[in-house]
Each structure stands twice: as structure tokens, then as C-alpha cells.
């Protein structure tokens, strides 16, 4: 069951398009930050597997510039 | 509400990313969340110091249940006002790799075999046992750590020294601070810093000698920082061998010669006499001045002896000696320009500026390494500029304990926890406190690190124990040292977290139990002592190191000296230990207190901690009101004439370049624990060469190109960083050593200083080709 989490930063003017992204897909949870073009990303997925397609789709977002991790958790 | 275990992980992985965020962006907010909200009723808070560096942060860790799953900086703690670093963020994780040793292994027929730890505590006792009896009692050590918490350190030294009768007792310190600890010792007569973090708030100008504080110290980098911005007139100066992001930040950064600073120094000295800004009522009523031995080697040879003289000598003769160091001359060895070494002695002359110098393993590892550090003490003793708020030449320590664990206890061959061997009365106090005939403390030390593991390698040490380091991955020439670790007729134990290339050689391993799944302590680098709980269970068989020394010293037939019950033994060891500094110079805070603080200094006299030491203001140990460096029999601290001598190995025709080695901001020593937190992993995933673009282009690299890094000892292939975080000078590359795919120490020299015996790191000869 692996708990990561991310700072997500999207291309030029597509903050909003990557909250609406992000917000659309099963096992994320987002805090955009009110005054930064970034927004915090947490995933929590039933299993690894999962996590990995997660990640891979999440990475194919046309609205994201780069994801970079800040924790991680595998049970 | 209810929390579960998954709530307090999310929210811990939410608040890391916060505080990332917070790092990338001072001041960002979050619409509608405060990350302050992420608390529970239900986590229990607890202080304990970080696991990492010497800095010695405060931490509070979040436990919830049996898990520890949340960290913050502990607002209580002075060293950090509740701020941490990157890795004392994510300290945590290191508990729950997926590969932590849970049970013991012992090697049968060639393998590891997991092994229940009764057994192999035994198999270990039978073994020392066996050793003593047919090679002597020289032919066991152990080889500890300034990673060691204190009781550690403490039991292994009344093991080893009280009831083995043996002074092959070393710790990893001896690689990274024995050289502050000569240059203390022959400067002032007693070791440690005499200064404070507090300097940090007050002084004006700070002269960092080749330290890269914003990666290594990081929260003393930023306390620093804060002064600066408070007061606009703070300045940075940092000298150093390599642009790093320490010079990113500083107000001047002034590129030194491998080795030069020994020149620097003395011909900043030079210039504050020139210039009549010596404090002559200071010096002549606090200062003597002395001569030692000069061309006094390297020590790579094995068997290696040397010991200096202090000749006593007078002002005069110190000027004369500083003639040959003008900041002309001075140029010439270390490519400072003359006008950089007059700004320098400037400002360490200004009566009206407050001066802290700051110096780690640049200093440290360095084959004049005491040398160096006498030289930065001539530089505060000449002005006077020293023992009181912000007037403080600092010396850094690196590892957490290494200044609790290996300089106050004094886990080293020649050491005892009160003075050295070699004194019959140190010796007698040692055998009154731990119970053992006087005759069992052997007067004469053994070897040092680099010449035990060569006695290792030579077949005169046949059983090593190994706890919390690594030394697989760091000694210096290692390939001599790993090969000779896995001789025939060698039996090494390693004590341990996870698998290490230390673990790979052993005949044992015991598994250790980590920081908060047991009690101990840990000392700073400003005297602090601090305790830490017991926060969570140990996993699986997982033992305490201390308690793995018990148990094996029982089966030796020590119980009388180690009597303790699993519920009391540190607090019991503690108040053993103490007795050893039961004086105005070093007494350290009674275990109630520790528990209840976050962290007391030392000498701790009359419910006071002493911030200043030799300094009467300040200090109850002094006899007056004014400055008093008891350490020495003449109550003087004592200026060294100490000249410039080139390094062991420098870059000739065959081998161009120089290689430095070191840490980054988010990797421990040899990244054991670190590597498997995943963001700092993933920040730093593998280690890399650092080249400049000049000397990269004339390669024919680029970056993250292979580059062969070679030396007379051995190579290693790793990718180029150009243009990467640091920047080495043209002439020299620099290579992190937290990663055990690139033993960058097999190309490393193992020559040390010859007064402190600690090996410079920083400087030995290689070439480089395209791979
Ligand atoms: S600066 Fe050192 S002690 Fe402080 S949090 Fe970072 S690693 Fe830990």
C-alpha cells in the first residue's frame, strides 16, 4: 500500500489544467499552493502495481512540467 | 476524529513535501491548508538530538502506536530554534528499510547464515576468547564510531581497556577529528571547542577554512545566514579549495592551493604584526610561544612512529619565524593574491569586528592537520579575539557523537575516559572506577585507525568487532585494507543496520538496534550533551550496541564490571561514566536533567552550563575574573611556530590532478542510511565526479560522460558533473564518497598527519580518461 508524496509543477499557465488533471485521477490528493506555481501531490495506492501506473500516468499529463518526490512509504 | 496508522503516514508524507516546498519557495501558503494542522491527538512527542550530523539538532519525533511517523525540529533546543535539514526531516525512514538486519548471521561454509543472536553472541565471546589465548590480548580491537552513542563508546573502552587489558580500542573519529583534537590539545592542553553556538548570533565576520557549512552544517549555516540579514554589516568569507554553494552564499570566496592555508595563516599573522594590531596585553599575559619538529613525514609507510617536542621560544622568535611568510610569499604557494590575505588579516585585526572562524575536514583531513589548527588558534590568540561571544575559532565536528562518544570518552588507543594511558594517575582512576586491577590498563598505546587496519591486513590483529561504521567504504588506499580484512585466519564481527561492503566481510553480524528503539546519548560539536528515549520497539532480534558488549563481556567472565539490568543500564552507565569528569573543568549534567532538556553543556557547574570556557566571565574554572587557559601547567594557550610543508602526494606529469573527496547536503558518510529515503535518493541517486568545464573540454566529456579516475593505488569509473552544485578549480576534480557502486577511497592515499594520525582525504595525486 505505498504513500508518496509530490511537488507537481505544471507548464507555463497550466496550473489550473493540472489541479483539474490531477483532481480527475483515482488515488490523488491535492493541495495547490495559493500563491506559487506548484501544488503538493499525494498518491495512495491499493499496491505497487498500481502505484506504478499511477505514476506513469500521472508523468504523461500534458499539463505537468515535473514531479518531484518528497516522501515515500511501502509497506 | 480517529487516526489511523495510514492517516499518520499521509500526513507525514504531506508535511514533507510542505516543508520541501517551503525550502524551494520561503514563504509559500497553500489555499485553505495549513500544514501546521497536520497533528493528531493521538501522536506522542518526544525529544531526541538528529541521527545525522554534529550539529546536533533537536528533534521531536512523532510516534503513533509502535511507529515513529512524523519529525520536527524541536523549538526548545537551542541549536536549532525548532528548524532542521533535509536529513533530519526524513531522519525516520532509515528505520524502516526493507532490508534492515533483524536477526544475526554468522558465515558457514562461505555464506551468511541467519543465526538466533544467542548463539552467535556466543560464537563471538568463544572466538575473542580463542584469539587472546593464542595471539595475545593485542591481537583483538574494536573499531567504533563517532556515530557510537555514548554508552557505547563507554563500554567498549572499560571492555577492551579495563578488563581485556587492551588499547586497540578506535572509532571512525580518528578519520575525521583526531586532527582538532591535537590542535586543542597542544594549543590549549584540554580538547573542545572553548566557544558556543551563540558566537553564531554575535559575531561580525565569519572566515569559513575550506568547510562547505550550507551542505554540511546546514543549520548553522542558516542561523549564520539569519545574523547577516539582521545586521546588515555581517560578513562571509569563505576560503576554500572549490566553489561550493557555501561560496554561492558568502560575501568574498577566495580560492586556496591544496594545502596553502598553512601559509595563509601564518601570513595573516604576519600581517596583524605588521600592522601593529596584535593584542599585546592579551598575549602577553595569556600566550606563550613554541617550536615543534618540522619534515616530519606522512606516515605511509607501515609502522609509522613520530612524536613532536615544544621548544620554548619568545615573541621575538616567533616574528622572525613569520618573515618567510609575507602575504607575497604567501601568494606564491597558495595563488591567493597578496591584497586577499591583507583584506583577511584586515578584519581579523579590526579591534572593533568580532571574528568566528569555522573549519570541519577541510582543516581535519589534512596531513598537517594539527598544524593547521595550531595556526588558526595563533591567528585569535594574537587579537585576542577569542572565549567570548563571537570572538571563537570553531572547530566542527561531523559526526553526531563524535565529540560525546570518541573525545569525552575517549574511544582511541591512547585515550582513557579521564586523560590517557600513558599517565599513572589517569590509569588509577580508570581501574578504581570500573573495578579492575590497576595492572590490566596497559600503559603504552597500540595502534591508531589506518595502522590497525594494517596490523589487520599483517596478521597481529586476528579478531576485529566492528559497531556503527563503515570502514569498507571509507579508509583510505582501501583496497589494502578490505583485501587484508579477508585473509585467512581474520574473524571480524560487524554490528549493524543494514547491509554494508562492511557487512560483506563479516564472520558475524550482530543486528543493531537504531538511535530511538533504545536510550542512550549523544555530544555535539558545542559540548552539548543530549539524551534520547527509547521510542519505539527494536525489530526483531535487533540488540543495542552497548548491550551486544555486555553480553559478550559476561561470557568473558566479566560480570562483576557490568552488572546492570536491561531496564537501568544506560542510566547506571551514565552515572558511571560521569565520575570520570567530576570537576569544574568537564562535569557533565546529572541523567535526570538530560532527560528533562533538550541538551546541556558542559563543564555544567553549580546548575549552570558554561557557554565560554577559559574565559573567568564565563567559566567558574578559571581562578579569576579574567582569562585563565587552564590546560596548560603555564596558563597560557600556546602559539606554534608551525611552517608550510607540501602534501604526501601532489599532481606531477603522470598524475595531473588533484582529487578532493567529501559529503552532500543529502547523504550521510557512506549513504547506508540515507540511500534508502527515497527523496534524498532520488535527489542524489548516484555519486559523480566533479570537473571543470576547461578541463572537461581538453577530456572530451560532457556531462554525466564516464570518466576513469585513476591514481597509484587503483581507479574508479563514475559520471562527470560539470557545472554541478560544486565547481572544482581547474587542476582538481572532487568525488562525494556516499556511495558504495564507487569506492572512490580505493583511490585515495592513507597518508595522515603524523601528531593526530588522521588521514587527508582532501589530497592525493590522479589522472583522468575518458571511459
Ligand atoms: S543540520 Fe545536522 S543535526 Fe541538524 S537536522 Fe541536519 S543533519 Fe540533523
Redo the contacts between chains.
Sequence with gaps: ?P?????AFPKTDMKDRLIADLSAMAYC?I??????D?L???T?TPDEEANKNLIDAIKALNSLQSL???????D | MTFTR?DF??N???K??????AT??P?????G?NPADLSADSIVWSKTPCRFCGTGCGLLVGVSGEKAVAVKGDPNSSVNKGLCCVKGY?SI?IL?G?DRFVTAYVRKDGNLVPTPIQEALDLVAARMKSSIEKNGKNSVAIYGSGQWSIPDGYTASKFFKGCIGTNNVEANARLCMASAVTGCLTTFGLDEPMGCYEDIDNADVFVTWGNNMAEMHPVLFSRMLANKKSKTHVQIIDLTTRFTRSSQAADKSILFNPQSDLAIANAICYEIIKNNEVNQEFISSHVSFHKGKTNIGYGTEDHFAFSDTAESVDFEAYKTFLKDYTPEAAEKISGVPAADIKYLASLYGDPDKKVTSFWTMGMNQHTRGTWINNLVYNIHLLTGKICEPGNSPFSLTGQPSACGTVREVGTMTHKLPHGVVTEEADRKMAAKIWDVPESNIDPKPTYHTVEMFRALDRGEITFMWIQVTNPMVTMPNLRRYRDGAKKEGRFIVVSEIYPTPTSDVADVILPSALWVEREGFFGNSERRTQHNAQLVPKPGEAMCNTWQLIQVARRMGFEKQFPWTQETYIEDIWNEYIRFHDSPKHRMAPYKLLKERSGVQWPFVDGKETRWRYNGKYDPACGSNTFDFYGKPDHRAWIWLRPYEPAAESPDKEYPFWLNTGRVLEHWHTGSMTRRI??LH?AVPESYVEIHPEDAKLLGVVNESKVNIISKRGSVVMKACINGRGNPPRGMVFVPFFDENYLINEVTLDAFCPISKQPDYKKCAVRLEKA
Design positions: 500500500m504513500i508518496f508524496s509530490f511537488l490528493e493541495k495547490p499552493s495559493g500563491n506559487k506548484v503538493i501531490l499525494l495512495d518531484s518526490m518528497a516522501f515515500g512509504h511501502t | 495510514r503516514i499521509k507525514m508524507a504531506l514533507s513535501a510542505a516543508v520541501a516546498a524551494m519557495f514563504g509559500i501558503s497553500f489555499s491548508w526524513h525512514q524502516y526493507k527515497p527523496i532520488k
